[in-house]
């Protein structure tokens, strides 16, 4: 019969039993058959003993991660006894158990703790989210607006349609209209990549032949390959239809070829088009001045440009390859490979599939069926 105020009198000041403190951290188990057998050195453990009336005990240490954290007791009041080896071992388990639940609780009120700060800081993140893409979008607007004013006019005048003008004056609109045609393309493509990491982007899918694509993408840079010599073969194998995003995917294109352009000094530049089961490869090789292996792994960061001979004269921002990871990658849910060698070129392949996977398309319907039913 165990007296009311039992627990509550267990509450001892355990710094206050060394002699028992010690015991639990080194052996991890007191047992003590009978009061008359403590050593000298217990005397204040046995005084504990007699006034918690307590006859025998056995007491096992509970760990975690290797540091006492407490400790359960069988006490007996009625008798003095000795204790089994099963009843140290049951001791144990409990103890296990009980310490391994309330480590699982603290873990899990921490969890609740971390679950709300993370979701505080996502809402906030998605405020800032879109903040950015106000700002990306009022961007956009306002700074391509004035650009292609100046764009425009300065090609009106330079084009003499407004009276003639001064070699020197020339040679400096000449300047005002490529700088600005440069910072209207950079514009252009840090708003894309924004959009893009945004997940603001809408993709339009649709069904278009890539020659036709393919001839407006070469219309784009057939006057700087002319510029430089250069010639363009194109090898169009089927004429595959694809059901892509076709402005994206004319872009990638364009890109390519005219890097191809802008880094290739004579030679020949050649468009190769096959369709592999599912997907479409769009290969891009030229003759070009090439790429470091230890390169390659640079070519698709932000602003990175190579240094090579070409670097000033070529121009661009070092975006292009980047934005154009990202179009392939996660527009048109494709890939993008290079293989290139210093001084003999390059090839830059994209590898799309010819149904675009995010789409309802009927073929995709089909296929559905035609699984269900195998
Ligand atoms: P950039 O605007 O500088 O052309 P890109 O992102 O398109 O930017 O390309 C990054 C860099 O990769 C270029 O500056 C150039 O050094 C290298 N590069 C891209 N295409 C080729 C190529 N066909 N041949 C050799 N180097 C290339």
């Known amino acids: 019969e165990l007296p009311n105020n039992y627990i509550d009198r267990l509450e001892t000041d355990l710094d206050a039993l060394p002699w028992w403190l010690g015991l639990m951290k080194e052996k991890e188990v007191v047992m003590v058959n009978n009061t008359e057998q403590l050593p000298a050195e217990a005397e204040r453990f046995r005084t504990f003993m007699v006034t918690n009336n307590l006859k025998s005990l056995v007491d096992v240490s509970r760990t975690y991660e290797g540091e006492f954290i407490g400790f359960l007791r069988f006490g007996c009041v009625q008798s003095t006894r000795s204790w089994e080896d ?121 069904h278009f032949l890539v020659s036709e694509v393919i001839e407006e993408a070469l219309n784009a840079i057939s006057s700087q390959a002319a510029d430089k010599d250069l010639a363009i073969d194109v090898k169009v194998h089927d004429d595959i239809t694809l059901f892509q995003d076709r402005k994206r995917f004319l872009q990638c294109i364009i890109n390519f070829l005219s890097n191809a352009v802008k880094y290739t000094e004579q030679g020949t530049i050649t468009l190769q088009v096959d369709k592999n089961g599912k997907y479409a490869e769009i290969k891009v090789s030229d003759t070009g001045i090439g790429i470091n292996s230890e390169d390659i792994s640079k070519l698709f960061e932000p602003f ?23 179009i392939i990658d996660e527009l048109l849910h494709g890939s993008i490979s290079v293989q290139s060698q210093v001084g003999v070129g390059s090839t830059f392949l994209m590898k799309v599939p010819v149904d675009h996977p995010l789409t309802d398309s009927s073929e995709n319907q089909i296929t559905s069926i035609e699984a269900g039913v195998t």
């Open 86 to 206: 099963e009843e140290i071992a049951l001791l144990r388990l409990v103890g296990q158990i009980i310490t391994n639940a309330l480590q699982r609780s603290r873990a899990d009120s921490e969890l609740r703790s971390y679950a709300g700060e993370l979701e505080d800081a996502n809402t906030k993140l998605k405020e800032l989210d879109k903040l950015k893409s106000l700002f990306i979008a009022s961007m956009s607007h306002e700074l391509r607006t004035p650009l292609n004013s100046i764009i425009g006019f300065t090609g009106i005048i330079l084009q003499g349609l407004t009276g003639a003008i001064t070699d020197q004056q020339q040679n400096q609109l000449q300047r005002v209209y490529k700088s600005a045609k440069h910072l209207l393309n950079l514009i252009t493509d840090v708003i894309d990549i924004s959009k893009i990491e945004a997940g603001r982007i809408d993709v339009y899918p649709d």
């Open 304 to 326: 990175e440009r190579l240094d090579s001979h070409l670097r000033i004269k070529a121009g661009g921002t070092g975006l292009g390859l980047y934005l154009t990871r990202k």
